[in-house]
């Protein structure tokens, strides 16, 4: 077994000879394996290695007693060793997360305070692999989540262990005459973990023997593969990203599966992805399908919008100088960008106190093609006069609107045709006439800062 995790570390590159070692040391068998074999090879390979001991506060004279333990198996074998005391009961109530989660990220960040560094070598092995495949597959995931855990995480978290198997680190501490505590929470089936690895793994191997190492090399598989894939999503996004965003139509033209990749490094070039979920991901390529460009709300407090044909992810006041609302019939929208309510309706009969202003407008709702929406100008856009269509830019150039100006002017349009540029001009292709069967009535109503958005 010590060669195995010789080669194991060689070829995944987790060490280099003379680097420092930090071994998360709880007391159990796993723990004490790892420790003694690095602690063995450490004289091979120059590796200056070191123990830190998280005492959790959860398990009173027990945990105080695998502390005690960690320090003193440390002393006998001239290993420098910490315990690290934290309330995690406290901090989770604090974060209102799960005691488990809680204890894990506390564990993590104390593991590297105290690497400095360095590498942190954990204890899972091929059976805790099994057991997170598992865990991933009956809640659903993606390929990324059938990986299950790398042997190396973040370049600075190592498995050593991960491809033996939990017999064979039990005989390898029986061979050595290594001790190790018990956790009593390891036999409780309350946990999800305990329930997989007391329960649903060994009924596993009755039904076909080997299924654990099946499973991991299953893992190894599809690691391979995630990471074959992953490098042609960074290509197709460093390929696209142009303008501060992504071009719609670059987008579309990937296949899907690719096109879900770019769009998850594009979220994860902005905040964590720990957040981010399907829902979200097909939430964006909604987005990209809708000429509105509806903007989207996604987690830590950024947002998606379509700008002139460019998918765009940022913070709010990011999307304010392109906007673009969807009015739906019947619904009344608050345009942040414009402080403006809008009310649309569609009717049969032409509204009776109907007034041509700078508030109010009217169409032939059976004109209309595309979803209508209130938004900034765009390259392309286009209005239609009595004397034929003409571009946006050219028109505005022709009434003498300051350059300044022009991106300020809110418009009225479906997809790149303009219905009206409020307070300015109303297309001449959509007003109505005798044959009107449906009208569609635009109302704005401009807000006062005191008043609410609905």
């Known amino acids: ?121 954990v204890a899972h092995h091929a059976n805790d692999q099994a057991e997170t495949l598992l865990m991933r597959l009956c809640r659903g995931t993606g390929l990324s989540g059938l990986t299950a855990m790398r042997p190396v995480r973040e370049d600075d978290v190592i498995r050593p262990l991960l491809f033996c ?27 999800t973990r305990n329930r997989l690895r007391h329960q649903v793994l060994p009924l596993l191997e009755q039904v076909h023997g080997g299924s654990v190492r099946h499973l991991v090399e299953t893992a190894e598989l599809l690691a391979a593969e995630e990471d074959f894939l992953e490098g042609l999503a960074r290509d197709a996004l460093e390929r696209l990203e142009e303008d501060g965003g992504l071009p719609a139509a670059g987008l579309l033209e990937l296949h899907p599966a690719l096109r879900r990749r770019v769009l998850r490094l594009a979220l994860a070039e902005k905040a964590s992805l720990r957040d981010v979920s399907r829902v979200h991901i097909a939430a964006l390529e909604e987005l ?49 960008a414009l ?60 009434e003498k609107i300051p350059r300044q100006e022009r991106n300020a002017l809110p418009l009225i349009a479906c997809g790149s045709e303009v219905l009206w540029i409020v307070g300015r001009r109303v297309s001449a292709a959509f007003g109505p006439t005798a044959q009107t069967k449906r009208y569609f009535t635009v109302r704005i109503r401009r807000l006062q800062k005191d008043e609410g958005k609905n």
């Open 165 to 191: 198997g939990r017999e064979e680190i039990r005989a390898y501490c029986l061979a050595e005459n290594i001790p190790w505590r018990e956790d009593s929470t390891n036999q409780e089936v309350t946990y």
């Open 288 to 336: 990209l399908e809708k000429e509105s460009g509806r903007e989207l709300a996604l987690p830590h407090g950024l947002w998606a919008w379509m700008e002139y044909g460019v998918l765009k992810i940022g913070e709010k006041e990011d999307a304010a100088e392109g906007y673009c609302v969807l009015l739906r019939p019947g619904e009344k929208v608050f345009v942040a």
């Open 1 to 121: 077994m010590l060669e195995k995790v010789r080669r194991t570390m060689k070829q995944y590159h987790m060490c280099e000879r003379g680097e420092r070692i930090l071994v998360g040391l709880s007391g159990g068998m796993d723990s004490m394996a790892l420790l003694h074999i690095l602690w063995r090879l450490s004289a091979r390979e120059g590796w200056q290695v070191r123990a830190l001991h998280v005492h959790h506060g959860l398990r009173g004279e027990e945990a105080d007693r695998d502390a005690a333990f960690a320090e003193k198996i440390c002393g006998d074998w001239g290993i420098p060793c910490q315990t690290v005391r934290l309330d995690v009961a406290a901090e989770a109530q604090r974060r209102k997360l799960g005691l488990e989660e809680t204890g894990r990220i506390l564990r993590y960040e104390a593991l590297r305070d105290g690497a400095a560094g360095g590498r942190i070598a």
């Open 339 to 398: 402080g403006w309510r809008v009310e649309t309706e569609v009717s049969l009969e032409k509204p009776a106190e109907f007034c041509r202003d700078d508030y109010t407008n009217v169409f032939d709702y059976d004109k209309i093609e595309k979803e209508v929406c209130c938004r900034s100008r765009r390259p392309g856009d286009r209005i239609a006069l009595t004397a034929g269509s003409k571009k946006l830019k050219d028109f505005l150039i022709d």
